[in-house]
């Protein structure tokens, strides 16, 4: 609304500066109000963009008598002051001077004359005219400004309670739902110069009785998006013998037929052709062949405030890792623009578990339509719906329908297996390895006899537990002569020496040289 305001009046300070010749003059209004004048004035917009930082003082004196005295201009703001009406001689033109200072030191100052005998600008003129069921105020007045702004005061004439309308046009149709039908109204209107900052006295009263209920029952317009289905209900058994036609009414008072529902029987037409951003009064109206006789109803419509937006298209449902992903299209409205622009709209979802006994409904909401579900239960079937929500509104499309998915009776039973197949995997791997080894053995055995089978081997299986016993002490021996095989490592005689040695004493070379492998083997035997 600022910014409305302040890119409307820009141009017009500045216009007005530059006329004045200088950039950095002080603009100053001196309207008149009930006991006085009620000044006003800016600098650079300071007071527009209500900069408080800048200092004013305003002073009025007589014009053409030097030897007054100045008098303060009693502030009511920063960028305005009141001058009551018996401070001041009204045999005599006035100045009023205003000075600015700015905090870096910067300075203005300027002066306007005004004149005490000044009027404000006369009370308009107010007529109202009924015609098939269509109330018209025409407003005049005296010299027709071109910025001029009305303010229609409407009440019900057994009541004090007012309700007010602001009017940029001399004619004005009331819309029929602000009327009750028969009931006697009463109307004043002012007017308000926008150039001068004046308003004038209100017009006398005008009342006026509101149309009688038209013929025409429960006149409403079905409108889904952009397409608008104007309907009426109609007795055809009692009264066959009509037709009906539809016209536009705009805020001037003039009315067109509607192309497609001139003479027509049926009690409906499609007006799908108005403008999305317009207001109409639409005024549709009964025929009687035989009695010639017509009469009307009218009804106000403006598209962008009436009209329903249709329901989000689709919900689109997925599961994944337990999570459950549901994606909502946009409404087929929403491919027209001046929808798609009415509000910021923002996706509002609303889902629950589909139980007999569990009907708690879950909301969510997102600016973007993608919504997910944490922590999905088994063989639980979720349902959602959907619509588009204005953010700062009321305003809402209608609701989707509900969309449902199940989860997966066997989602946990699936973990199992899996758990299990990957446990029995791990546990057949150990096994194999371990087969794998003792088959390495025995290949080892088969194919590389060595020089010599080893004496354990012959002898060993054959052994009593008791031998297994002995063989930490083994270990130690076998160590042993890891150290001497690799020091003599390059002597081979002198390594089967050894081992001829030390064969005799204990097991074998052969199962130092299996080291782990052949002790593994052996322990895995005598289980
Ligand atoms: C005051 O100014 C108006 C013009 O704004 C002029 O018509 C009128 O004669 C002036 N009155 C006196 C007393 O100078
Ligand atoms: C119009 O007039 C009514 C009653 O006199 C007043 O309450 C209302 O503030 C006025 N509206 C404007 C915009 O001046
Ligand atoms: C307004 O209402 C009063 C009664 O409250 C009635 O006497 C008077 O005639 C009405 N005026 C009009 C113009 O209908
Ligand atoms: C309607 O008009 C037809 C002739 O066009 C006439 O026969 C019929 O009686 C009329 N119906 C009524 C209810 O007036
Ligand atoms: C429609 O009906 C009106 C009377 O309301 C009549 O004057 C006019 O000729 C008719 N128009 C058509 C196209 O039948």
């Known amino acids: 609304m600022a910014a409305r305001l302040v890119t409307l009046l820009l141009p017009v300070t500045w216009m007005a500066s530059m006329a004045a010749g200088t950039k950095d003059s002080i603009d100053i209004t001196i309207p008149k109000s009930t006991d006085g004048f009620s000044p006003t004035w800016d600098w650079n ?19 053409g008598a030097p030897d007054s005295d100045p008098q303060i201009c009693e502030k009511t703001g920063n960028c305005s002051c009141r001058i009551p009406s018996k401070s001041l001689d009204h045999s005599h033109n006035y100045t009023l001077v205003v000075n600015a200072i700015s905090p870096k030191g910067g300075t203005s100052s300027n002066s306007k004359d005004f004149d005490p005998n000044h009027k404000p600008p006369p009370p ?32 019900k004439n057994d009541s004090t309670e007012e309700s007010s309308i602001d009017l940029r046009r001399r004619t004005y149709v009331f819309p029929p739902s602000d009327l009750l039908p028969e009931q006697t109204y009463c109307v004043k209107v002012n007017v308000y110069n926008m150039q001068t900052m004046e308003s004038s006295a209100f017009s006398p009263e005008e009342c006026f009785m509101a149309p009688a209920k038209g013929p025409l029952n429960n006149l409403r317009v079905d409108a889904l998006d952009t397409e608008y289905l104007l309907k ?177 009776p066997r989602s946990h039973l699936f973990a199992f297996i899996a758990g299990f197949t990957f446990l029995g995997i791990i546990f ?41 016993m002995r063989h930490p002490f083994l270990l130690h021996k076998e160590e042993t002569m890891d150290r001497c095989y690799i020091v003599n490592n390059s002597d081979t005689e002198d390594l089967g020496q050894i081992n001829h040695a030390d064969s005799s004493n204990a097991n074998s070379q052969d199962s130092g040289n299996y080291s782990n492998e052949g002790q593994t083997t052996g322990e895995t035997n005598n289980h």
């Open 45 to 63: 917009d300071h007071c527009l963009l209500e900069d408080t930082n800048i200092t004013f003082t305003a002073f009025y004196k007589k014009v």
């Open 124 to 155: 308009p003129e107010v007529r109202i005219t009924s015609h098939n069921a269509l109330l018209t105020v025409k407003i005049w007045t005296q010299d027709l400004q071109y910025r001029e702004q009305y303010n229609l005061t409407l009440r």
């Open 232 to 408: 009426w209900d109609w007795d055809t058994e009692r009264s066959p013998n009509v037709t009906f036609s539809v016209e536009k009414c705009f805020y001037d008072g003039r009315c067109t037929t509607i192309d497609d529902c001139k003479n027509i029987t049926t009690p409906q037409c499609n007006v799908t052709r108005l403008l999305f951003r317009g207001t109409y009064i639409l005024r549709s109206s009964v025929y009687d062949r035989l009695t010639e006789e017509k009469s009307f109803s009218v009804i106000q419509f403006s598209p962008i405030k009436d009209t329903v937006i249709g329901p989000p298209k689709e919900l689109k449902m997925r599961i994944v890792d337990n999570e459950l992903y549901i994606n909502v299209s946009a409404p087929k409205g929403f491919s027209n623009t001046d929808i798609q622009s009415l509000c910021e709209w923002q996706t509002h979802m609303e889902y629950w578990i589909s139980s007999t006994h569990n009907s708690e409904v879950m909301v969510k909401e997102a600016m973007q339509p993608f919504f997910k579900i944490d922590h999905l239960e088994a063989s639980t079937t979720y349902c959602a719906r959907a619509k588009m929500r204005c953010k700062d509104s009321d305003r809402s499309s209608q609701d989707s329908e509900d969309y449902c998915i199940t989860t997966d």
């Open 428 to 468: 057949t791997s150990i096994i194999l390895f371990f087969c794998g080894c003792c088959l390495k053995h025995y290949v080892k055995q088969t194919f590389f006899p060595a020089s010599k089978l080893p004496l354990s081997i012959e002898k060993g299986f054959g052994e009593s537990p008791l031998d297994s």
